[in-house]
Every structure is written in C-alpha cells, then in structure tokens.
C-alpha cells in the first residue's frame, strides 16, 4: 500500500494582483468577472469538492506535509470565498489531515513518529475486521469491483504512473472497507489513509520500494476463496512491511500551490 511520494512545502499568499477584473454578485451569492458580454461564470466549488481535491492532492503526493495552505491563494485557485475555504480547512483540522497554528495559517499535517505509531495500531486493529466482514457479505458484483481495481494498480505499474500507482494504492484500503458495508469502518479508513499518506511522505524510504506490486493481489486472492485468516495474515503483514520501511526525514520543499490543483 504505497499511499503517496512527491514533494511539498511553505505555501506563502499571492500578492493581490494589479487592476483585477471587477466581480460582480448573483442573487445566489455567486461571483463572476465582468466585462465580457455573455461570459459564463466559473461555476463555484462547493467545501466537499475543495475537500476532496486538497485530500486528493496529498494522496497523490503533490502537497506535502508541513505545506501552507495560503486562505487567499485557495480562494482564488477554486473560485470562492474566504470563509468557505476556513470552512473546509476546519473540516480537514477536524481529520487530522491539515494543522490550524494561531497567527500562522493552515498546514498540511506533519504527523510525529508517535502518531505515526498510532495510525498504524489503528490499522492493524481495524482492517482486519473490514476483511472479515466483507468476506461475509462477498458476492459477485463486490468480486468484480476488487478485481477490477487490481487490473487498475496493474495497468498504472505497467505505464510507470506514479501517481496514479500511489493514488490508487492507498485507495484500494478504503475500497475494501466500503465493500465491506460499514459507514464508519469506511469514513475511518479514508482518514487513516490520508494520514498514512502524509506518515509516508514524511518517513518513508523511497515509495517505489515501500509497497509490492502482488501485496494487493494476494489479499484479493484469499478474500476471494472465504479464506479470512490468510487475508488477515496477509494485511497485517502488509502493514508491517510498510510501517518498517519508514525513516526519519522531515525536510520539506517547496510548491506551486496553482500548479497543484491546475
């Protein structure tokens, strides 16, 4: 389960620019440039989509932990407001996923070796159980959807994307809890992972070695034959290669935040 690789760092706002084109507001509050008859404008993101996108960008490994996550910069980047962005950035706080510090911003989170101890406690305790679960409710449309995503991971090693390798990977955890048919496992499995992602970011050895291509497809094989103890055999193994393949490494780079989510 290689969850994320890449780069990230200090997200400073944008200057304002000079002379920028008058806004003018709807009835539903929405914002558009004027001065161009009949432009359409940019349909506004809702805090799900800005979300999304930004936890996106961490699996993915295009923001990396320690990242600031300028309120300005966002707002402009998705076409909204201010306090729709503080509104998504406190979800995220609420996930773990990104730090408020007072008089500084938002950022994304940087886990400490003893958080990172905890996530993955939390994931050999839990994913165990998403394993047997599924295994109880397993049917053929569940079948098809596992092997489907495998051939996914597969065809992405095969074109060398690496991001899309790291995307998916970390997506195939939350894809077996959603299977499994728990609303909380799955919500837990998806904030887990995007920690899991940033623990690597942070930690990890180069992320091309931290996760075997067949890892994921011998848990898939034992789900598929009813074998749960093998499955969790095979999970908590899966963990522990992972979490033994971390090293200290806190430096962080810098990023384009518009380049990140163009």
Avoid: W
Avoid at 21 to 37: D, F, I, L, V
Avoid at 116 to 125: G, N, S
Avoid at 169 to 192: D, I, K, Q, T, Y
Wanted: with cysteine; charged share 30%.
């Amino acid at each position: 389960m290689t969850l994320c690789s890449l780069e990230g760092a200090s997200i400073e706002s944008a200057p304002m620019p000079t002379k920028a084109p008058a806004r003018k507001t709807s009835a539903n509050g929405a914002t558009g440039a004027t001065g161009t008859t009949g432009a359409t404008p940019a349909r506004e993101h809702s805090v799900d989509e800005i979300a999304e996108k930004i936890s996106a960008a961490i699996l993915e490994h295009r923001l990396a932990p320690g990242t600031k996550l300028g309120e300005d910069r966002l707002a402009t980047i998705f076409a909204t407001s201010r306090a729709k962005v503080r509104e998504v950035l406190a979800r995220l706080a609420h996930e773990q996923i990104v730090e408020l510090v007072p008089q500084r911003g938002a950022f994304v989170a940087k886990p400490t070796i003893e958080q990172a101890q905890d996530v993955f406690e939390a994931r050999r305790l839990i994913e165990p159980g998403v394993l047997r679960r599924l295994i109880r409710t397993l049917d053929d449309a569940k079948r098809e959807r596992l092997q489907r995503h495998i051939e996914l991971e597969a065809d992405a090693r095969r074109r060398d994307d690496k991001r899309a390798i790291v995307r998916l990977s970390g997506e195939f955890h939350v894809l077996l809890a959603e299977l499994a048919g728990n609303s909380a496992l799955a919500r837990s499995m998806r904030e887990l992972s995007v920690l899991t992602c940033l623990i690597i970011s942070l930690y990890d050895a180069p992320t091309a070695t931290s996760c075997r291509a067949d890892e994921h497809e011998e848990i898939v094989a034992a789900v598929n034959r009813g074998d749960a103890a093998r499955a969790e055999k095979l999970m908590l193994h899966h963990l522990d290669h992972i979490e033994q393949s971390l090293k200290l490494d806190d430096s962080v780079e810098e990023v384009d935040l518009e380049s990140v989510f163009s």
